[in-house]
Structure formats: C-alpha cells, structure tokens
Nanobody, 115 residues
Framework: QVQLVESGGGLVQPGGSLRLSCVVS????????MSWYRQAPGKERALVAS????????NYADDVKGRFTISRDSAKNTVYLQMDSLKPEDTAVYYC????????WGQGTQVTVSS
C-alpha cells in the first residue's frame, strides 16, 4: 500500500521559514519524480516544485524561485520543501505527489503565513 504523509506545516509570520517533509512508503522511492503542489482557498491546485533523480534536476514555479528549495533523502524515503522568505500569498494546503503513471498524493499540510 502506497502512502505519502506530509508534515511540517503551521502558522508563520511573513519573512519566516518552514520545512515540509513527505515520507513515502510502499513504492520504490529512490529515483521516482516527486512534486509539491499547493491549493489556496478558491484556487486550483498548482505545482510548486518538482525533483527528478537524485536531485540534480529540479523545477520551480516562478513565484517561489529563489525562496523555496526541494530536496530528497533516499535513505529516509523523504522529500522536503524548504520554504524561506514566506509571504501571505504562500498560504495554502501543500500536497506531496509521486509523479508515476498512476500518481499518488498525500493528505496535505496547511501552511498559513500571517502576522
């Protein structure tokens, strides 16, 4: 059974940082492409960042470039999203996704950026 479990969300002030984690079980993790998406209230779910292979190939949405960093630790079956210089518009539910032919999603973790 494939499971993706996100954690690390919470309430943070503008300019602050959070690190999201996504622990993957039930599939061969090491080289599978993985992504982080987010969905704000009233908006569609959108790609934030993706990673392929060991981490030398990454991709970011324009509005998070330079502020967010995606990485993976294959020994821990975990993909991370380091979020720095957070803005109120980053407020959303963040989802981890395994980008397979049959994709798998986590349950999401809430990130709220507010003073």
């Amino acid at each position: 059974q494939v499971q993706l479990v996100e954690s690390g969300g919470g309430l943070v002030q503008p300019g602050g940082s959070l690190r999201l984690s996504c622990v993957v079980s039930g599939l061969q993790f090491s080289w599978n492409p993985m992504s982080w998406y987010r969905q704000a209230p009233g908006k569609e779910r959108a790609l934030v960042a993706s990673i392929v292979g060991a981490g030398d190939r990454t991709n970011y949405a324009d509005d998070v470039k330079g502020r967010f960093t995606i990485s993976r630790d294959s020994a821990k079956n975990t993909v991370y999203l380091q979020m720095d210089s957070l803005k109120p518009e980053d407020t959303a539910v963040y989802y981890c996704k395994a980008d397979l032919a049959n994709p798998y999603w986590g349950q999401g973790t809430q990130v709220t950026v507010s003073s």
